[in-house]
């Protein structure tokens, strides 16, 4: 059971560049998440989905974008990088929303530099 | 709001020794409570959580945490550290029947491990 996949492992763009960071899962999970990890700081939430089609903003959405076509797979775009966008992108996905039922599962991350 | 704070940025133990993380947080009710560690490159892993009942909890890898709702904390401990146990360790909470299930991160407490 591979769980929550996300590609690229590394990525390194110009400013100005765009971008798809991928994820997918094959838990059968109805949501999924997009956090961003900056250094000496918590995770903040991207953007998440609560089932194909349906998208809805996190706390810092802005020079992002996402899309829900399937349930396995969750991508973020970034249309135009800038540096401010360096970080590592977790991707993270729970069967629903009710913690109780199912924590979120993480993938490894993807690490973003913007240079 | 909703916040999560750890007041420890970094945290060196010797091997053998206990350990404690501390975790408090703020939110209207009582939240779900969650325990991730983060080993270097790696995604986030569950070492345990709280929904209700018995306020300590056991979670993977000999860890252990406290709920104190006078206190508003979730501290996390461990009777004997191992070298492996070197990560950082982030405390999250979860909205109760949330429809939305994303966590809130605290920023993270970095322990080191010495020989």
């Known amino acids: 059971n591979a769980g929550v996949t996300q590609t690229p492992k590394f990525r390194i763009l110009k400013i100005g560049q765009s971008m798809t960071l991928q994820c997918t899962q094959d838990?059968?999970?109805?949501?999924m998440y997009w956090y961003r990890q900056d250094p000496g700081m918590g995770l903040k939430l991207i953007y998440y989905?609560?089932?194909?089609?349906?998208?809805d903003k996190g706390e810092v959405p802005n020079g992002y974008n996402v899309s829900r076509s399937t349930t396995e797979d969750f991508p973020l775009r970034l249309e135009l990088a800038a540096p401010s966008q360096t970080s590592v992108y977790f991707c993270a996905s729970s069967y629903t929303g009710e913690l109780s039922n199912q924590p979120q599962h993480f993938g490894d991350g993807t690490r973003l530099s913007i240079l | 709001a909703q916040s999560v704070t750890q007041p420890d940025i970094h945290i060196t133990v010797s091997e053998g020794a206990s350990l404690e993380l501390r975790c408090n947080y703020s939110y209207g009710a009582t939240p779900y409570l969650f325990w991730y560690v983060q080993s270097p490159g790696q995604g986030l892993q569950l070492l345990l959580k709280?929904?209700?009942?018995?306020?300590l909890v056991q979670g993977i890898k000999g860890f252990e945490a406290e709920f104190k709702r006078s206190q508003s904390s979730f501290n996390l401990r461990k009777p004997s550290v191992h070298w492996s146990d070197a990560a950082e360790y982030f405390c999250?909470?979860?909205?109760?029947?949330?429809?939305?299930?994303?966590?809130?991160f605290g920023k993270g407490t970095k322990l080191s491990v010495k020989p």
């Open positions: 989905s609560v089932g194909a089609g349906i998208t």
């Open positions: 999250a909470v979860g909205a109760r029947g949330g429809s939305q299930g994303n966590l809130i």
């Open positions: 838990m059968n999970h109805n949501y």
């Open positions: 709280y929904f209700s009942g018995d306020t």
